[in-house]
């Protein structure tokens, strides 16, 4: 079965369906905070082509 970790930005909920390392889930989240994000919502954040890429989109 596979496991998604759930972070949250505020009263945005960040889901990380990969897994990730605690590591890399804070690097997404710092990344995240320069993004225009929703403010509330539901959002699915993984990991681009280079380093300091992140890929997201709004679920609800």
């Known amino acids: 079965m596979a496991t998604t970790r759930i972070t949250f930005l505020g009263s945005l909920i960040v889901l990380h369906k990969d897994n990730p390392p605690e590591q890399e889930i804070m690097h ?33």
């Open 28 to 60: 997404r989240l710092e990344l995240l905070l320069c993004a225009p994000l929703p403010e509330v919502g539901v959002i699915e954040a993984w990991s681009g082509t280079s380093k300091d890429e992140i890929n997201w989109r709004q679920i609800a």
